[in-house]
């Protein structure tokens, strides 16, 4: 597989097309192949074995694509099975987890108190509490389970506006967000829904996801290895999902763009 090969990017449904979107952004001349698991999703709320059976069944699709390196743009799916993916590809493996690091970083030393907004799984798997474990002793971090926003953007319906903000008050309304300093937006799926919840918040408070450091990882990786793209023409972003409904890539493209502008 030479430079122009495609590079892979898989989530348990939607939400990895914002990172698909900052990596087109970054990395405009690559091939970017987008597979989506909507008729599992979500993956935040079922059993870990069965998540990474998804996992590599998705994994061997990529490659026998061809695909150049693979990123997991699912902090659920990084969490249960990026090592053993590792193991398994020949190939590099991007993954992600909550931005709890720049989040606490941001302080410049002093003590942060951070939301840490995710799906129920990313919140009990070891690495996101081996994660957690390095900054609790300084830093104020809540653990926020968010699995409704998952399902809204699953369903369609983002433009919903009474029913997203129902959902995103009945999370945040449980902190004091005067006495906070940032939210990370540890799930793909939730970065659709940064502007409504910074209007719920008060200024000063940071939202942080994980998009744009991903993306960047990725070009790093790739120039290291003498791999990116270097053609002046721009890259496609294939797009196929599991749900097989014929509104899905319709609705997929409709994110992306959404993410772009």
């Known amino acids: 597989m030479g430079s122009g090969a495609p590079i892979g990017i898989f989530d348990s449904g939607l939400g990895g097309l914002s990172v698909t979107a900052s990596i087109h952004a970054l990395l405009p001349s690559e091939e970017l192949s987008y597979f989506g698991d909507s008729a599992n ?9 069965m998540v990474a ?67 129920p799984l990313t919140l009990k798997e ?37 029913l997203v903000d129902a959902t995103l008050h009945k999370y945040l309304d449980l902190y004091d967000l005067d006495t906070m300093d940032s939210i990370v937006l540890g799930c793909t799926h939730f970065v659709f829904f940064k502007d409504r919840i910074a209007s719920l918040c008060p200024p000063g408070l940071a939202l942080m996801d994980g998009n744009e450091g991903t993306a960047r990882h990725l070009r790093d990786l790739l120039s290291e290895a003498g791999r990116l793209n270097e053609s002046e023409a721009p890259g496609r972003v294939h797009i196929a999902n599991s749900d097989s409904s014929p509104r899905i890539i319709e609705y997929s493209r409709h994110l992306l763009e959404t993410c772009k502008s």
């Open 53 to 119: 059976q998804r996992c590599m069944d998705i994994g061997d699709a990529f490659m026998d694509q061809g695909v150049k390196a693979m990123v997991i743009a699912c902090n659920t799916a990084t969490s249960v099975c990026v090592e053993e993916m590792r193991r398994r590809y020949p190939v590099p493996i991007i993954g992600m987890e909550p931005a709890l690091k720049p989040a606490c970083q941001r302080g410049g030393g002093l003590p942060q108190r951070v939301i840490v907004t995710a799906t």
């Open 126 to 162: 070891d690495r996101f509490s081996r994660l957690m474990d390095r900054f609790k002793a300084t830093h104020t971090i809540f653990a926020q389970p968010c699995p409704d926003l998952v399902r809204i953007v699953e369903s369609g319906h983002l433009d919903d506006h009474d």
């Open 41 to 49: 999703a979500p993956y935040g709320t079922k059993p870990p074995e």
